[in-house]
């Protein structure tokens, strides 16, 4: 009925076909970890970048603490300073009320009369 060759020619199609199968089982794999791997690769694309940033970052916020500390430093100055000038006018305005009342009066009341 059915000679060698047909059953040859049957278990070469179906070998030839079962080959086929697995080639493509085996080619959707490597396709499966070459996009895992180009995953992999964006994230640790990404990840680089991000800590290049927080790095960038951390070297501004340093830059304007530094900033702010001066500030502050220069702020107590000018505070210090203000503090030791007021007192001199304030004792500026002792001696000239004192010399004022000191002297005959009748120059400073004639003055404000007028």
Known sequence: MIDEST???????????ALKAIERYFA????KLDD????RQELRSEVQT????????????EQWQSKYYDLQSENAQLQVRYQVVTEEMD?????????AASSDGKGLSDKSNK
């Open 36 to 39: 895992a791997t180009l995953i």
């Open 91 to 99: 004792k500026l305005r002792d001696k000239v009320i004192s010399a």
């Open 50 to 61: 991000l800590r290049d940033e927080v790095a960038t970052m951390r070297t501004q916020i």
């Open 28 to 31: 959707r794999n490597d396709k």
């Open 7 to 17: 059953y040859a020619i049957i278990g070469a199609l179906f070998g030839g076909g």
